[in-house]
């Protein structure tokens, strides 16, 4: 309908922030599965990098961000299904920008502790998790901001 466009570009970005989230996840679920190979594999004093505590503590960190975003991505992304199908949701505009905001600083974190998990070779072009952290940040940019994304959040808990 001639005037709608702005409210249907609006309505549009619930659903499609749901899919910037599931890459989020991707990357993140991708440099947490490097990090843990590499830590299992790398030893230092004689034993494997995984078996010091602090090293357990980063990687159980980065699957428990991982697995929190996971499920509000999954839980919006039903609630978009649902939209989609004619089943209106009050709270699919909250849900996805918490989601997308959620997963993407969530793959920030996870690619950081990856890259830090390498050492020196994680800053590299000859390992993955270098482009991963680029790629990470990237989803706190489109589709809105993080910061803009906290401000649709606020505005639906305060309306």
């Known amino acids: 309908e001639p005037g709608t466009g702005f409210r249907t570009a609006l309505a549009t970005l619930d659903h499609t922030r749901i899919t910037i989230a599931a890459q989020a996840l991707g990357i993140a679920q991708g440099a947490l599965d490097y990090a843990v190979g590499y830590v299992k594999e790398r030893r230092q004093f004689g034993k494997p ?3 010091f505590q602090g090293v357990q503590f980063m ?5 428990m961000k991982l697995e929190a975003a996971r ?6 992304a039903a609630k978009s299904e649902l ?3 004619g089943q209106p949701q009050k709270d699919l505009t909250f849900l996805s920008s918490a989601a997308k905001c959620a997963a993407s600083d969530a793959a920030m ?3 950081t502790d990856a890259v830090q998990l390498l050492g020196g070779y994680g800053y590299t072009q000859d390992f993955p998790v270098e482009r991963m952290m680029r790629d990470a940040k990237i989803t ?3 589709e809105g901001t ?8 606020a505005r639906q808990l305060l309306k």
Do not use: P, S, W
Not at 59 to 63: E, F, K, T, V
Not at 146 to 153: G, K, L, W
């Open 83 to 85: 939209a989609m199908n």
């Open 71 to 76: 499920q509000l991505t999954y839980h919006a």
């Open 140 to 142: 706190q940019i489109y």
């Open 59 to 63: 990687i159980a960190d980065m699957a």
């Open 146 to 153: 993080n910061q803009i994304q906290r401000m649709v959040m």
């Open 109 to 111: 974190e996870i690619t």
């Open 49 to 51: 990098v995984a078996d």
